[in-house]
């Protein structure tokens, strides 16, 4: 059995633990602002999140892992974490402040919005979530939280309030991802691999929910109607990794999160990923990272 400590947070889940945080919540958007003030620590414990998120540190500084990588993040740091990625926060200071943005990925698919521009970026993001602002790149970001909260607390009633609430969120999502954008910035064509970016991320999105099966190459290809063979031409074009590599960094980022923060054996650990026994899985887990699944979760 896991520790109950560890949990899953989506936006439900954070109203329900830190009401007076919430600022403002609109049919999938969630807009807070957290203090270290007050005994308050935002994911103290190690949690999936739910939802893609943005936070904007506005002042402080605080220490966290995000997909079992350390980063120091300080005042006009953003993080930008994808969704289902595990986060604990390990210290915060005193003064320690974020702006945050949540968007569930029910949101995401209604709103008018192409994420093809970051497909390519997504393993970046997902190793260095952290990015430094410049002064006017905050700025833009927090009037424009400011605008979207106050359009949402107004509660107005006229017909259109939730078409211009909806356009403000996707204008806000654009904003965000053009400032994350212009630090990956694509060295290739920006036309050459668009219909190819569509299938990395069909790709990604199947591989986030089936990773703890361990399905071959055919089967992802299968999902997407084209051959294995292109699948992986396609994969390591867009992404420069395999679909291997793609399959056995989920895995072993579950392996390590499940090894460090549940109380589940080492055996239930190995069931849980589909591997045939503790043996294999051990094999496995070496061959990757160096040392043995006991050794790794003993480790300070």
């Not at 905050?138 to 939280?145: C, K, L, V």
């Not at 290739?188 to 990773?211: D, V």
């Not at 867009?238 to 999160?257: C, F, P, Q």
Request: proline share 2%; aromatic share 10%; charged share 25%.
């Amino acid at each position: 059995m896991e520790n109950s400590k560890n949990t899953n947070i989506n936006i439900d889940r954070l109203r329900e633990l830190y009401p007076e945080q919430t600022q403002c919540h609109y049919k999938g958007v969630l807009i807070g602002q957290y203090k270290r003030q007050g005994n308050i620590e935002l994911y103290h414990y190690p949690c999936r999140i739910e939802a893609a998120t943005f936070l904007v540190c506005t002042s402080g500084e605080a220490n966290l892992t995000c997909n079992m990588t350390e980063y120091k993040v300080k005042a006009g740091d953003m993080l930008a974490i994808l969704p289902r990625s595990i986060m604990v926060s390990n210290m915060q200071s005193e003064d320690c402040c974020c702006r945050s943005m949540m968007i569930d990925q029910n949101f995401l698919k209604e709103c008018d919005f192409n994420l093809k521009r970051l497909t390519q970026h997504m393993m970046e993001i997902a190793e260095r979530c952290v990015i430094q602002l410049q002064a006017d790149e905050q700025q833009q970001i927090i009037q424009s939280m400011d605008l979207l909260q106050h359009l949402i607390n107004e509660r107005s009633t006229t017909p259109l309030h939730d078409e211009v609430i909806r356009a403000y969120t996707t204008a806000h999502i654009h904003l965000m991802c053009d400032i994350l954008s212009s630090r990956f910035e694509n060295k290739q064509s920006s036309n050459a691999l668009t219909r190819q970016e569509s299938y990395f991320r069909q790709f990604i999105k199947e591989l986030s929910e089936h990773y703890t099966e361990r399905q071959s190459v055919t089967y992802y290809a299968d999902k997407l109607c084209i051959s294995a063979r292109y699948l992986t031409t396609i994969v390591r074009r867009v992404s420069g990794l395999t679909v291997t590599d793609w399959m056995n960094r989920y895995i072993l980022m579950e392996a390590k999160y499940l090894l460090k923060y549940s109380d589940m054996s080492i055996q239930e650990v190995a069931y849980k990923l589909s591997f045939p026994d503790q043996s294999f899985f051990g094999k496995y887990f070496k061959q990757h990272i160096g040392m043995s699944p006991s050794a790794y979760r003993n480790q300070q």
